[in-house]
């Protein structure tokens, strides 16, 4: 009888270890979380204000399709990033998303307010 129990905490320890470790085994990664709070672009002076949360320290790359828009600086501490541009090349149209992508693997799309 208390074979089988040390044998059992036995199993459930492995187990549990392997369980915790399996991430490191597998090189799987958890993906950044990446919200955008709002994508504006003011059409009479080319300027693009976008922002939103990721993972602190990731950078966020902002693209309109395949033309990037910006890339922010290292998000804050609280997750914060920003991209604003002036004189951008890059022109939004009515119905244009932008996708921000995290260095973390996260992604999020939203709607271009045209000013």
């Known amino acids: 009888m208390k074979r089988e129990r040390r044998l059992a905490r ?3 320890i492995v187990v549990l270890g392997l369980l915790i470790a399996l991430p490191a ?3 799987a990664k958890t993906t950044d979380t990446v919200t955008i709070k709002f994508a504006i672009f003011a059409a009479n002076k080319g300027k693009w204000r976008v922002s939103g949360s990721a993972g602190p320290g990731n950078t966020v790359t902002v693209k309109l399709g395949r033309s990037v828009v910006g890339t ?3 998000a ?3 997750g914060r990033w920003k991209v604003f541009v002036s004189g ?3 022109v939004a149209g009515p119905g244009d998303s932008v996708t921000a992508t995290s260095i973390g693997g996260g992604t999020a799309t939203q709607a271009v307010l045209i000013r």
Request: charged fraction near 5%; proline fraction near 7%; aromatic fraction near 0%.
């Open 10 to 12: 036995i199993i459930a």
């Open 25 to 27: 085994i597998t090189g």
């Open 72 to 74: 922010s600086d290292p």
């Open 76 to 78: 804050g501490s609280n």
């Open 88 to 90: 951008s090349a890059v």
